[in-house]
């Protein structure tokens, strides 16, 4: 069976893993060089997007599968906008009030006491704090 250019692509992407886990690959080096084919990727995929849905519009209710996916469409995220509402953009700034009490409170908690309170005296409690996994950034540095 020949291989097309999409199987080399997928090889090549576990022989990356693989080198990895055994320890023949630096994990920084391939991890760098995934994330410039993940951008590449992405890069592709919005630019033929309309395309896509186009052709899979083609197809009215009929099944689409390709490369063991069945493709399916569906329609844009529907969303609300509150801001032009005054009693809204009042119960936000209220919110927003709070909530940097609350942070302040967390963050000094953890050196001093401290106590926050709100507009009508009130202890505010403290944030809870959580951290999220830590990731890697890119910067472009022309080498």
């Known amino acids: 069976m020949k291989s097309t250019t999409f199987d080399k692509i997928i090889d090549l992407i576990n022989e990356e893993l693989r080198l990895v886990h055994v320890g023949d690959q630096d994990p920084l080096d391939s991890y760098t060089k995934l994330k410039i084919m993940s951008d590449q ?19 009215g209710k009929e099944d ?44 000094r908690q953890l050196s001093e006491a401290w106590v926050s309170c709100d507009s009508n005296g009130e202890e505010i409690d403290a944030a809870i704090i959580t951290y999220g996994k830590p990731h890697l950034r890119f910067i472009f540095d022309a080498d």
């Open 64 to 107: 689409v599968r390709r490369h063991g996916f069945r493709i399916t469409k569906s329609e844009g995220t529907k969303r609300y906008d509150y801001k032009h509402i005054s009693a809204w953009q009042s119960l936000k700034k209220q919110l927003s009030d709070i909530e940097h009490l609350a942070k302040v409170r967390a963050d």
């Open 41 to 59: 990727c992405k890069m592709v995929m919005d630019a033929i997007q309309e395309q896509a849905v186009a052709e899979r519009d083609a197809y």
